[in-house]
T-cell receptor, first 114, second 115 residues
């Protein structure tokens, strides 16, 4: 069964520091992978997605992620953290079982220290 | 272009009651998926509707049911509410219904509290 694991339920970085949020996937077929962000009391907003082609995917708000098949990883990075990046981040893999469903990780809460 | 909207924003019910949540899909989208997000967890897939038919279901009991209307809006109904049904219910709309690469666009959610 396809699944994702997010390493670290809580990550704290200083403003201006590198953000690295880890996601590893398990899939028997070529995976389609997504990162979503959830601000407090809001729904999910798509940051970026990997389908096929270029393994380095650029998203909104300066985020990017690199698909590494050999490591079964899809880590999310941002060179310089802003206070506004504080939120919950979810990695997800797309699964087809009749319908397309997203299988989400447990989430990583990102805190930015001034 | 109108995004995904959900109503109500918050809802409080007691055990055993029934609840209906509503979702309007993004303009041009014909597919609606529902997810349950318990506190501190990632969203869990409930089911998906494509052109008014349920075309996929997650591991949820039959007391979770839904509808999709000709304008592609949707309802989620939950009967015989249990305490564990307390969660944020998210609706997402998309274009194709059964494509790996489809992007699902999420609404703001309905926070259901069962007392």
């Amino acid at each position: 069964a396809q699944s994702v694991t997010q390493l670290g339920s809580h990550v704290s970085v200083s403003e201006g520091a590198l953000v690295l949020l880890r996601c590893n996937y398990s899939s028997s077929v070529p995976p389609y992978l997504f990162w979503y962000v959830q601000y407090p009391n809001q729904g999910l907003q798509l940051l970026l997605k990997y389908t096929t082609g270029a393994t380095l995917v650029k998203g909104i708000n300066g985020f990017e992620a690199e698909f590494k098949k050999s490591e079964t990883s899809f880590h999310l990075t941002k060179p310089s953290a802003h206070m506004s990046d504080a939120a919950e981040y979810f990695c997800a893999v797309s699964v087809i079982q009749g319908a397309q469903k997203l299988v989400f990780g447990q989430g990583t809460r990102l805190t930015i220290n001034p | 272009e109108t995004g995904v909207t959900q109503s109500p924003t918050h809802l409080i019910k007691t055990r055993g009651q029934q609840v209906t949540l509503r979702c309007s899909s993004q303009s041009g989208h014909n597919t609606v998926s529902w997810y349950q997000q318990a506190l501190g967890q990632g969203p869990q897939f409930i089911f998906q509707y494509y052109r008014e038919e349920e075309n996929g279901r997650g591991n949820f009991p039959p007391r979770f049911s839904g509808l999709q209307f000709p304008n592609y809006s949707s309802e989620l109904n939950v009967n015989a509410l249990e305490l564990d049904d307390s969660a944020l219910y998210l609706c997402a709309s998309s274009l194709a219904g059964a494509s790996f690469a489809d992007t699902q666009y999420f609404g703001p959610g309905t926070r259901l509290t069962v007392l």
